[in-house]
């Protein structure tokens, strides 16, 4: 199929009728909708696609109500849906407000509390203060005989009696989901495998989590967090999707659904509850995927994505169209989830993210936030207290009459008032220069968030563009590019709905791991070839099973390594499984040196983990279709909306506005100005210079030094 004229659904569209695939994210505050459809008979050429984008408030009480309104919202029948893929937050907001399933863990006999230690660190940096609680108490862990040692030899064989006894003592306490976790039981599985067996005959239902079949990789501690949090999301997500599919089905979609993983690649509804785990960061994780392609197609491809939506902002890092994926992402203290995701970091700051002053008076900005209800003041649904939001409305930079589902409207004279009495008399300023300082705070809190994801991993800012996306991202991109000395900022034509189209372009993924943990120097490399082609081909066996067939099939292999006496880890590109034992020391010292700028040449590597990626490309999206291409006019100032004064740098600026779906393919835009659309607005401060890309981009070039 041609990429540029529509869409592989993989389902074929009946007698016909407009097939459409449909991309869904569910946020803190909005549920945002892409809908694609091409008119594609079966076996015919598909037509030029037309899109259909929605935003509904997120039904917090259960999520599916809002996908449900966001599918109605669009006008489409859902019987002439050929495939709707998911970018859910349940499982990320169940592991963050501790809303778990009560889970028992077995594990090996003096080693009940490894969840527990963990890795010897604190809460807080100094002092002993903070508190900790594992996923899984105390008292639902219990041990039994059993031990491996670390090369995978029966040391202590299974008590399956005890075994047994551990399984009732769970289930009269009340656990819904089990966790079979037992010492080295990644160079040997043999008593998980048997454990599983004896408890399906025991344990009520099918949430029965072994740690090796999850993460086949040394670090018990690592290995088990994982597996309790899998084990304790499991149930919570299953019931959400099973839920899901009863409400599509009533509005008119009987087939089967696909769910975003944290990855960025998507699995079948049908088997996503197995390793529920993989789903959190679900949601950043397609908004990164939507940037790594538009970037593709642009030509652009090293990007730091900026998303910053309702209640907070994540980064990431694409190089080579490619984003950052890490096994060593930590969701929160001592909450490692090891399972390969998207290297997103979140900071608390969104537009819904609260201002006050601190018990110092200093002005602080989130990362409590307003959510969803009662959301910002200007929102009119009962909220009071400053925030970000409220104060890019104050500036100018957002229309009052153009905010998204609004319930009573209040004034900009009154969110001014509210600006003044509760952040500016105290301090000196009015409610306008409150109103800039909680934007400029904003500002320094999402550049250091920035830094963290390269500057912090050895990558210089000014080597990438800035891909603002989210309903807020736009707004900032610009400043932030300044404070950080990045040259480009990419807007891309959807940006409020990105992490929608995210899942309509993701590909199928399925990650492994597998430990070696051997010096090259003596490593069999048979051995090596061997797991990595036995990890391919279990990819592509998954792959094959998916509803959704892709184009190509993709592997990339990787390695995490050392040097000998480290103890942290760094994840090593691999050419592919033919490798000699001179080039991965070459390839880890050339790693290390770019990391590190350090060369340790006379210390030999240590290979622990060996990785694999299997990817399944699907056919892309015209991104040009994004934007109606009959609602474009063919001069600037057919595009023009109004001019309005905005705040810049203290001033203010009579400040031209225009509709972005007008603007002509070949704008050149001089800040300062403002591009309105449905799902978000962008600022192009005093001294920038836009220009739109043949997708209809937005590229941002910023003036350096102000």
Request: net charge negative.
């Amino acid at each position: 199929m041609d990429e540029k004229n529509g869409i592989n659904s993989g389902v074929a569209a009946p007698n016909g009728v407009p097939s459409a695939v449909v991309g869904i994210d569910v946020g803190g505050t909005f549920t945002d909708l892409i809908l694609i459809e091409t008119d594609a008979a079966d076996g015919a050429q598909a037509g030029p696609a037309r899109v259909k984008i929605a935003k509904t408030p997120t039904t917090l009480e259960n999520q599916a109500y809002g996908v449900v309104n966001a599918i109605r919202a669009t006008g489409v029948p859902a019987a002439n849906i050929g495939l709707i893929v998911h970018g859910t937050t349940t499982t990320t907001n169940a592991v963050l407000e501790r809303q778990l399933a009560t889970t028992g863990m077995i594990t090996t006999a003096g080693f009940r509390d490894v969840i527990e230690l963990g890795r010897r660190t604190r809460p807080n940096a100094y002092g002993m203060t903070g508190t900790f609680s594992p996923v899984i108490p105390r008292n639902l862990r219990l041990e039994v005989p059993e031990r491996m040692d670390a090369a995978g030899n029966v040391l202590i064989p299974l008590d399956e009696d005890a075994l047994r006894r551990a399984i009732g003592t769970l289930r009269e306490a009340g656990c819904v989901s089990l966790v079979i976790h037992f010492l080295h039981s990644y160079a040997n599985p043999a008593h998980e495998r048997r454990a599983a067996e004896i408890a399906a005959e025991l344990w009520p239902n099918s949430y029965i989590t072994t740690g090796h079949a999850l993460l086949s990789e040394a670090r018990e501690f690592e290995r088990g967090v994982t597996a309790a949090v899998n084990a304790s999301v499991q149930p919570i997500l299953e019931r959400y999707v099973a839920r899901l599919a009863a409400e599509l089905k009533d509005l008119g979609y009987s087939r089967d659904f696909l769910v975003m993983n944290g990855n960025g690649g998507m699995i079948s509804a049908a088997h996503v509850a197995r390793e529920a785990a993989k789903t959190v960061m679900s949601g950043p994780a397609s908004g990164v995927m939507a940037a790594a392609f538009t970037g593709r197609s642009a030509g652009i491809e090293n990007l730091i994505t900026y998303d910053m939506g309702g209640t907070s902002t994540d980064v990431a890092l694409v190089r080579g169209a490619r984003p950052a994926v890490s096994n060593e992402i930590e969701v929160e203290y001592a909450m490692p989830i090891h399972v390969p995701m998207v290297d997103v970091h979140t900071v608390g700051a969104g537009g819904g993210s609260i201002a006050r002053l601190n018990d110092a008076g200093l002005l602080e900005v989130g990362p409590q936030s307003a959510g969803a209800k009662p959301g910002p003041i200007c929102y009119g649904r009962g909220g009071t207290e400053p925030t970000i939001s409220d104060a890019n409305l104050l500036l100018g930079r957002l229309n009052p009459g153009k905010l998204l589902s609004v319930e009573s409207p209040v004034s900009v004279a009154d969110v001014e008032a509210i600006f003044a009495e509760r952040l500016g008399a105290p301090i000196g300023l009015s409610g306008i220069e409150a109103a800039g300082a909680v934007l400029r705070l904003a500002n320094i809190r999402m550049a250091g968030a920035i830094r963290m994801v390269s500057l912090g991993k050895g990558h210089d800012p000014r080597d990438f563009a800035l891909f603002a996306f989210g309903g807020a991202g736009p707004l900032h991109a610009a400043a932030l590019a300044r404070e950080l000395g990045i040259p480009r900022v990419m807007v891309p034509a959807r940006p409020g709905i990105t992490n929608a189209l995210g899942c309509v372009v993701a590909d199928l993924r399925h990650d492994f791991v597998r430990t070696l943990n051997r010096p090259v120097a003596s490593l069999d490399l048979d051995l090596l070839r061997a797991v990595l082609a036995e990890q391919r081909a279990e990819g592509e066996a998954l792959i094959a099973k998916e509803v959704v067939q892709p184009e190509r099939i993709e592997c990339i292999h990787t390695a995490d390594m050392q040097f000998v006496g480290q103890t942290h880890l760094l994840n090593v590109p691999l050419p592919g499984p033919d490798v000699n034992r001179e080039t991965l020391q070459q390839l880890f010292e050339e790693a290390y040196f770019a990391r590190f700028k350090v060369r340790l040449p006379e210390i030999r590597a240590n290979l622990v983990n060996l990785n694999t990626s299997v990817i399944g490309v699907r056919a892309g999206i015209d991104l040009a279709s994004l934007i109606d291409p009959a609602g474009r006019k063919a001069t600037l100032g057919e595009a023009l909306s109004e001019t309005r004064r905005v705040w810049f740098s203290g001033e203010w600026h009579d400040t031209p506005v225009y509709v972005r779906e007008k603007l002509p393919l070949d704008v050149v835009i001089e800040g300062p100005a403002i591009l309105e659309q449905l799902d978000t607005t962008t600022v192009i401060e005093p001294g920038d210079r836009a220009v739109s890309d043949r997708d209809g981009n937005i590229i941002i070039t910023v003036e350096a030094g102000q």
